[in-house]
């Protein structure tokens, strides 16, 4: 039984006539009759009598009528689908991503990409990496792999051939200090000058934490932690309410709080976002389309974070 057969089966149910029917199907009769004759073979029963100049279902016809339309209609559907995902003007591109580009770096680069495509009916599903999962990067790989995502993005570059990564943003740490901090009247930061003060720090299981105490081994320091959570929000809260400073990766979302940010001039560590793919992996066309744009636009200053200046900063006054 094939797939053919069933659409013929499926025409000759409704028109009921041979000669009609072969010729909506834009088939011969002799090779309707012979292909319908073989669908009965494989069933073992007939599926159509004669009535006249025409034919109508058996009982057995009848009964097999719904289920063969309603396999057409999940064929036909999901081939609409496929059609869909594969059109330069229609599909969906599905992201995962580090949660540290949540707050701008992803929401901008989605704005930007769909002002430029706006005539074509592309819609985007985004998935966050968790905040709480030791090992964010794994599972976002894993979901590449598993092709619940087209593209990624991660900090993280582990050694894998059938994955290409690309880097494509630059993030900057920086010291988050309350306003009368003593540190933040200096334009940037030495974290050898951060002993004397507790650190807001990253939970546990934020893969974060290890990337901030590398920072602070750098300069032979262990710091003194105050408080842990989960994320740069609930971090730059505390540290408008002088609970301590906190070390982040740079992120427009903290000129929203009471804080000063302040690059750091010791260690000079950035941290890169790496797009990743399958080589060799099918692209549709809007994803293709994504891809193309994120390469041709992130060197852009607009969406690179390079070596920061004051234009970055809520409070723009020259330190001295």
């Known amino acids: 039984m094939n797939l053919y057969q069933l659409y013929y089966f499926r ?9 009609k029917a072969a010729e909506k199907l834009s088939l ?25 100049r025409n034919v109508v279902l058996t009982k057995h016809g009848k009964l097999f009528l719904p289920y063969v339309e309603n396999a057409l209609r999940e064929v036909e559907e999901g081939t609409k689908k496929i059609k869909e995902m594969s059109s330069d003007t229609n599909g969906i591109i599905s992201i995962g991503f580090t949660y540290t580009l949540s707050s701008h770096f992803i929401p901008n680069l989605i704005t930007n990409f769909l002002k430029v495509n706006e005539h074509k009916n592309i819609k985007i599903s985004l998935h966050e990496g968790e905040t709480t999962k030791e090992d964010c990067t794994s599972d976002l790989i894993n979901g590449l792999k598993d092709e619940k995502f087209d593209l990624i993005f991660v900090s993280l570059k582990p050694k894998d051939l059938n994955i290409e990564f690309i880097p494509i943003y ?25 002993k004397p003060y507790q650190l807001v720090h990253y939970a546990a299981k934020n893969g974060l934490k290890q990337e901030i105490n590398r920072l602070f081994s750098m300069v032979n320091m262990v710091p003194e932690v105050c408080c842990e959570v989960e ?25 929203s709080f009471n804080v000063k940010i302040r690059p750091i001039s010791n260690p000079l560590v950035t941290r890169l976002i790496y797009l990743g793919y399958i080589k060799n992996r099918h692209l549709t066309l809007p994803v293709q389309r994504f891809k193309n744009y994120i390469l041709n636009n992130c060197m852009n200053k607009k969406f690179r974070v390079n070596r920061l200046n004051w234009s970055y900063y ?6 001295k």
């Open 170 to 194: 630059e993030q900057e740490f920086v010291a988050l200090l309350p306003y009368d901090c003593p540190l933040a009247g200096k334009s940037t930061v030495d974290l050898e000058d951060t």
């Open 231 to 255: 994320d740069e929000t609930s971090m730059a809260g505390l540290v408008a309410a002088s609970i301590g400073i906190a070390i982040v990766p740079y992120s427009p979302t903290f000129n």
């Open 11 to 19: 025409t000759l149910a409704k028109l009921e006539h041979y000669t």
């Open 28 to 52: 011969t009769q002799p090779s309707l009759s012979h292909a319908i004759s073989a669908l009965e073979s494989e069933l073992g029963v007939p599926l159509f009598k004669k009535q006249g």
């Open 314 to 319: 809520p409070d723009n006054e020259q330190v």
